[in-house]
């Protein structure tokens, strides 16, 4: 049987997991697109990805490469894997290399500051009409990587690409849903990055379990209401990609959101925190997109409200508490 060669667009942790996991599907050749190139050259030949990935073993089969036109070169399908504040501008030079038709799906989780495009609504507009798809859910690249057991969903422009993204994508240990909530899917995706944010700074203080569960719990509420009002279907937040991925987010020793805030619960700040590493907590912008979306359209974010306070205005996480703590009470 013929295979189809599937290009995945970001050497970071998720686009080098999400080569290991069509690695194992017979029927499809890998090839990983890494930005930097000395970082593409390490990995071809030690088989890791030192820099954001690197207790996970790059099967021989994922062909990587830092060259665009070698990458795209005949492909079936794209992977886009690039954190979203910088997607627009990478995707522009592969806008006249790749096929007018071929599809892209997205495993990217954050809005863009400023235009407040979700991902595939960037990836339409700046590579042109094509099939589209979303794919999120509870899936740490550290895990993937390592073949731990995991459940996405993925939902698309249209079902025939939804289903096929499952078929190439799902293994005995990858276990991939459709949905048919595109906006919902990735709503969810982006706005947990916030919650984890919080719930970060929660462990940071040393508030505890009960803190963190209503944190956790309200915060849900405030990704329905936010999708909601933007158009998702409520039900998508009480699957995989709402309150599936916002528990692993929120309890993970991996996440890099959780972990921001923990470091800003304890004190650092955040030019501290970004200077400190390579990776990026996609939280940290959505939290201003977010923010901002909410306040011009009027809904109403207690929680984002004050995340942003703390990240954008030197608001302390003490003071963060009380606010939150001290609102008019209400009904649930
Ligand atoms: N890491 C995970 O476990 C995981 C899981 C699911 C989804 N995601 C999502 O995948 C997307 C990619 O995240 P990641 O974890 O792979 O990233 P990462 O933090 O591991 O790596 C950073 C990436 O950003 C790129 N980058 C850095 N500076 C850049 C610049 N100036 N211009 C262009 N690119 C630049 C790097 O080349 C690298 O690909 C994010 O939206 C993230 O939310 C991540
Ligand atoms: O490390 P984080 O916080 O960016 O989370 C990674 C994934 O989105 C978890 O599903």
Request: charge should be negative; hydrophobic fraction near 40%; proline fraction near 6%.
């Amino acid at each position: 049987m013929a295979t189809r060669r599937i290009a995945i667009l970001g050497g970071g942790a998720m686009g080098t997991a999400c080569a290991t996991v069509l690695a194992e599907n017979d029927e499809v050749r890998p090839v990983l697109w890494v930005r930097e190139p000395e970082l593409a050259d390490a990995m071809q030949t030690s088989r890791r990805n030192e820099r954001y990935l690197p207790d996970v073993p790059i099967p021989d089969v994922v062909e990587i490469t830092s060259d665009r036109a070698a990458a795209v070169a005949d492909v079936a399908m794209l992977v886009a894997a690039v954190p979203s504040q910088f997607l627009s501008a990478t995707m522009k030079p592969f806008a006249e290399l790749v096929s007018p038709e071929c599809p892209i799906v997205s495993v990217i989780k954050g809005i863009e500051i400023g235009t407040f495009r979700r991902p595939t609504e960037i990836l339409l507009q700046v590579l042109g009409e094509r099939p589209v798809a979303s794919m999120c859910g509870p899936s740490h690249a550290e895990e993937v990587g390592l073949r731990l057991p995991a459940s996405v969903v993925v939902a698309a422009s249209d079902d025939q690409f939804a289903a096929q993204v499952q078929q190439d994508f799902t293994t005995d240990r990858f276990r991939v849903y459709t949905n048919p909530d595109l906006v919902g899917v990735e709503f969810a995706g982006a706005l947990k990055n916030v919650i984890a944010i919080a719930a970060g700074i929660s462990d940071g203080l040393g508030y505890g379990d009960n803190a963190k569960s209503a944190l956790i719990t309200r915060g849900l509420v405030e990704i329905g209401r936010f999708g909601q009002s933007l158009g998702a279907d409520p039900e998508t937040f009480a699957g995989l990609a709402g309150i599936g991925d916002l528990m692993t987010t929120c309890f993970s020793r991996h996440s890099r959101n959780r972990g921001f805030g923990e470091r800003i619960g304890r004190g650092e700040t955040l030019q501290q925190i970004l200077d400190s590493t390579p990776k990026v907590a996609e939280g940290v912008p959505t939290t201003r997109s977010v923010h901002e979306l909410a306040v011009s359209r009027g809904i109403d974010l207690p929680i984002t409200r004050e995340i942003a306070a703390m990240l954008f205005e030197g608001k302390s996480p003490l003071e963060a508490t009380d606010a939150l703590m001290n609102r008019p009470v209400g009904s649930e």
